[in-house]
């Protein structure tokens, strides 16, 4: 089984968050990247069918060189090869573009895309692959088995789970329950240094223009102050509670 494995490279959540050029482009200086957390369920799901069932798993990226050390530490973690689209990814429509284009030369069986990325949380990604090549598609997928060329998984649903069945190829977008959070793979010492001789393939992108384009970032409003009410002061506490906070 050949898979694939898309790697999204974003902030880690305890990076101080600013924006540049009248807060039209994310300023990285001081930011810390890491493997998106979605994709590194996918991952770790994807090195278990490497074991258990003698897969080879290539991970993927849409970026520019910096990206490269994520994709390393993937390799680390035990990913066979990877690749790195040398493009900047400006919408989500132009990274499907590109990751299909791969899909299509690769002749990949599965590929495994984390649900949305930490960073823009868009979702749009695995569903657009999948429609550009014609792939089946689970979304949210918790849980996934394969033998031979059948499928069985988990989806997440309102209130729920659904079991599914479906056949390779497929295209899943994955997270926390494919793999327990306490199984995820920490780069050992052996792992960090195989990584560097690993393959890492650089492809030009295709042509895909891109389909949206960003105006303004905005933070969140700051806090407003904390109100005190007195213990014995119920009346007002209702009051600010149905009036200002509306929440009941």
Not at 19 to 46: H, S, Y
Not at 82 to 96: L, M, W
Not at 107 to 118: P, Q, R, T, W
Request: charged share 20%; hydrophobic share 40%.
């Amino acid at each position: 089984m050949n898979i694939l494995v898309c790697i999204s490279h974003v902030p880690d959540t305890t990076s101080k968050i600013n924006f540049t050029n009248n807060d039209t482009l994310f300023d990285t200086n001081g930011v810390q990247f890491v493997i998106n957390p979605n994709d590194e369920f996918g991952l770790t799901r994807a090195i278990w069918f490497q074991e258990q069932q003698g897969a080879n798993v290539t991970v993927v990226n849409v970026g520019g060189p910096e990206t490269e050390p994520t994709l390393r530490k993937a390799l680390a973690i035990g990913a066979n090869e990877a690749i790195r689209v040398n493009a900047d990814p400006t919408d989500g429509f132009f990274v499907a573009k590109q990751l299909a284009e791969v899909i299509k030369n690769g002749n990949y069986d599965l590929v495994i895309a984390g649900k949305e990325s930490l960073d823009y949380n868009g979702g749009m990604v695995p569903g657009m692959i999948a429609g550009l090549l014609g792939f089946n598609f689970i979304n949210p997928c918790v849980a996934l088995t394969i033998e031979g060329n059948s499928v069985s998984a988990s989806r997440e649903i309102d209130g729920g789970k659904e079991n599914v069945t479906s056949q390779l190829p497929l295209i899943i977008g994955g997270q926390k329950g494919l793999v327990e959070e306490k199984d995820l793979r920490i780069p050992n010492m052996r792992g960090i240094m195989t990584a560097r001789t690993k393959v890492l393939t650089i492809l030009e992108p295709v042509g895909g223009d891109s389909k949206t384009a960003t105006v303004k970032f905005e933070k969140p409003a700051p806090k407003s102050a904390v109100k005190l009410v007195s213990a014995d002061n119920l009346d007002e506490l209702i009051s600010l509670l149905h009036n200002e906070a509306k929440v009941i």
